[in-house]
């Protein structure tokens, strides 16, 4: 028994890192990859689903946070509070579901269809995204002001987080927008992308999953608001660090 369960631990850890990879790549098709198993009566695979979608999260914000190093690391340094506290709650939770030992059910191979993320088609489709929403989000930036921004990354959030906060980190490299509402149009964006996924987890039409994601995502939503009034608060020291 010692052994088949250790055995049945490996197979949803296995499927549970499916999720985080499938994170990195998109987040939202993957919440749909777990959640459409789910959905097709594998009622068992309801916890490692759960870990599986909260690990999608994380990796999407790890993924978020490193396009901000990498393409304007003053836009990090005002969303960092944010990521680090969403990144906090999202590993917390995965670790107390650990540590309750819920592996419940039968183990259900989880074949996964994700796309290639660095074939030409998806490399084109997020390229074309990544165009509309720059230059969208410059012409209401310069039109309406950060509102106008807001709205655009917000609408970009739910099609393509990782293309919204290129496309605002691009910006802020630029100079055409400030850093700090840039690295709020990030978590925004990220944001954005949670709430959108819980609209397919809502189709599982599984109470306790829906139940024990909307509150897990919300946590991890009022962290990455609570980390933003961090950065207001903080103001101006924090992209002072940076040349």
């Given amino acids: 028994d010692a052994q088949e369960s250790r055995g049945l631990g490996d197979v949803y850890k296995r499927q549970e890192l499916s999720g985080f990879l499938g994170g990195l790549v998109n987040s939202n098709f993957t919440v749909i990859e777990l959640a459409g198993r789910v ?3 594998h009622a068992g695979l309801v916890p490692t689903a759960y870990r599986g979608i909260l690990l999608a999260m994380t990796a999407m914000l790890v993924r978020n946070a490193c396009l901000l190093l990498i393409l304007a690391p003053a836009a990090l340094v005002s969303a960092l509070p944010s990521y680090l506290l969403m990144l906090l709650v999202s590993a917390a ?9 819920d592996f419940a059910g039968q183990a259900q191979p989880l074949d ?11 490399a084109l489709r997020y390229g074309l995204l990544f165009l509309i929403l720059h230059v969208a989000g410059d012409l209401m930036q310069r039109q309406f002001g950060d509102a106008g921004f807001y709205a655009v990354t917000l609408l970009g959030g739910l099609m393509s987080s990782a293309s919204a906060v290129a496309a605002a980190a691009s ?6 927008l400030p850093a700090i509402v840039a690295g709020h149009g990030a978590v925004l964006a990220s944001l954005a992308s949670i709430g959108f996924s819980l609209s397919f987890v809502w189709r599982t039409r ?4 829906v139940r ?32």
Avoid at 112 to 122: D, T
Avoid at 171 to 176: F, I
Avoid at 214 to 220: D, H, K, S, T, Y
């Fill in 112 to 122: 996964m269809q994700l796309e290639l993320p660095f074939s030409l088609p998806v």
């Fill in 93 to 101: 939770m995965v670790l107390l579901s650990y540590w309750r030992r």
């Fill in 171 to 176: 910006l802020a490299a630029k100079g055409d």
């Fill in 39 to 41: 959905r097709e009566g």
């Fill in 206 to 209: 599984q109470p306790l999953l």
């Fill in 212 to 243: 024990r994601l909307a509150a897990g995502m919300l946590c991890i939503a009022l962290a990455g608001l609570a980390g933003a009034w961090v950065a207001n608060a903080v103001g101006e020291r924090l992209t002072g660090w940076l040349p």
